[in-house]
């Protein structure tokens, strides 16, 4: 592999938050406890001079560097500006959460930056081994995130699952990616992509490694049947933690689908679609139908996110642009929406209680009226109610497959997907009766920063923007995906 100047400007922003990730784990050996913002406040300016940076090397073509194992494109900077935006929301919403723990530590950021990391190779990666190498360096920082609250029986049980069943989920995927490799004699994207149209038919090596790379997507996707991880972590991490892992790398994995199932493998899409046809239908059912029975809303959010990774892969299986665009726009606005549920319950929590049961939400109305009508904003675009934002991006979805099921007779899977949208309402309505209609049991006043009232309620307001005027980044999304 060669690469020249012109390579190293293309990766300008993932150099930019490696070297400052590097600089904050050195400073940080040097702050006391009370200069520990400091190390929060140079993560936010790392977000955002990443995302100057990724504005400054923008180009409307795709460019390729580092012998092509590097790919910027549209989506890509698209979708690596929403990383930046969600992580630095979930920063914020963490630091007095942190603070109040005796949490606040540097390595929470310095991680989540090499989360972030490996997030910006993941969606730019052009080769197989690229992929991988994104993928693992984001799982690591995720594993120790996990278990960063070390005098927690139930973070440290999370972490060791994740990380075996993550172990096994990276083997699998690695696996398949060396099949592939068998079969093609190449690890670059492009290549691999033109020998399966062209050679791919009929090849039982290839569609082998194809099996096992969507076992590995199903399991970092948390799709069902490979979702037993995720409402375990989700409930035994702290909250903080929950509300990274829950957010940005749901965007990365949408990349990580694209590369590897759109751009390799799009030769092989009549293989692939009949299991995301089971993966979603699964993922719509059992999502949707156990988080009824959670009385954890961190567990009822995890069980949440498997039925909208359904949603996600009903508009990749559609197999057409526009199912594709409606994949993104989806993965986007799910993002934007976990990212102010998980921030309702660090607003709600305090010292020594967490406000992670249903029955903590009981008489939020008559507590404080505003982030009352902040969380209903949040629970109706999760459940598809217009005309919040959630509403059009099941539409938009739901619109992709009938226009693909003109050929491949997937109507049935959109009236699943429909169904299962109307079960899972009850679960966030049932969150906003007892916000209205319910006695409080907590009548401890709320008491948030003054950068966190703010931001939680744009966070909240957006639910409702987005659904007003989703135009915009539907056009967003539309023109990265071409």
Not at 127 to 156: H, K, P, W
Request: charged content about 10%; overall charge neutral.
């Amino acid at each position: 592999m060669s690469f020249q100047n012109v390579d190293l400007f293309t990766a300008l922003p993932e150099i930019f938050v490696l070297a400052m990730a590097c600089g904050i784990l050195v400073l940080d050996l040097f702050l006391t406890d009370r200069a520990r913002a400091v190390s929060y406040i140079l993560a936010q300016v790392t977000l955002l001079g990443a995302m100057a940076l990724t504005a400054l090397v923008h180009s409307p073509e795709t460019v390729h560097a580092f012998s092509d194992s590097f790919v910027r494109d549209p989506m890509g900077d698209v979708l690596k500006v929403f990383i930046y935006a969600v992580t630095a929301v979930a920063f914020l919403y963490s630091r007095s959460y942190l603070q109040i723990r005796d949490l606040f530590k540097g390595e929470y950021f310095v991680l989540g930056l090499f989360g972030v990391l490996g997030m910006m190779i993941m969606v730019s990666a052009g080769n197989l081994i690229t992929v991988y190498l994104g993928l693992e360096l984001l799982s690591l920082a995720l594993y120790a995130m996990v278990a960063f609250q070390r005098d927690s029986c139930d973070a440290s049980e999370a972490a060791m699952k994740y990380f075996v069943l993550g172990a096994i989920a990276s083997g699998m995927l690695l696996y398949g990616m060396s099949l592939v490799y068998g079969s093609t004699h190449s690890l670059d994207i492009v290549q691999v992509g033109k020998f399966i149209s062209q050679h791919g038919a009929g090849d039982m090596a290839l569609a082998m490694g194809l099996v096992f790379i969507v076992v590995g997507l199903a399991f970092k996707l948390g799709a069902v049947p490979f979702h037993m991880w995720l409402p375990d972590v989700y409930q035994g991490a702290p909250t903080a933690v929950t509300l990274y892992i829950g957010a940005a790398p749901k965007i990365a994995a949408f990349a990580l689908l694209m590369r590897l199932l759109v751009d390799s493998m799009q030769g092989l899409h009549a293989e692939w679609h009949q299991m995301l046809v089971m993966l979603s239908v699964l993922s719509l059912g059992i999502g949707n139908v156990v988080a009824i029975a959670q009385t954890n809303i961190k567990r009822m959010l995890a069980y949440s996110t498997i039925s909208h990774v359904g949603f996600i892969l009903l508009g990749i299986l559609a197999g057409t642009r526009e199912g594709y665009a409606a994949a993104m726009f989806y993965t986007l606005v799910y993002a934007v929406m976990a990212t102010g549920a998980f921030g309702m319950i660090i607003l709600l929590s305090r010292a020594g209680f967490e406000a992670d049961r249903l029955e903590d939400y009981k008489g939020l109305n008559e507590r404080n009226p505003w982030f009352a009508g902040m969380m209903l904003l949040i629970m109706f675009s999760l459940a598809g109610v217009p005309p919040t934002v959630g509403f059009y991006a099941k539409l938009w979805v739901l619109q992709a497959m009938l226009k693909a099921a003109l050929g491949v007779h997937l109507y049935w899977i959109a009236g699943i997907a429909v169904v299962f949208s109307i079960i899972g309402a009850f679960y966030y309505l049932r969150v906003v009766k007892l916000m209205y209609f319910d006695k409080p049991e907590d009548t401890a006043p709320l008491e948030p920063s003054v950068d966190m009232r703010v931001v939680v309620s744009a966070n909240g307001l957006l639910m409702l923007v987005l659904g007003l005027f989703p135009g915009a980044l539907m056009a967003l999304c539309s023109t990265a995906v071409h």
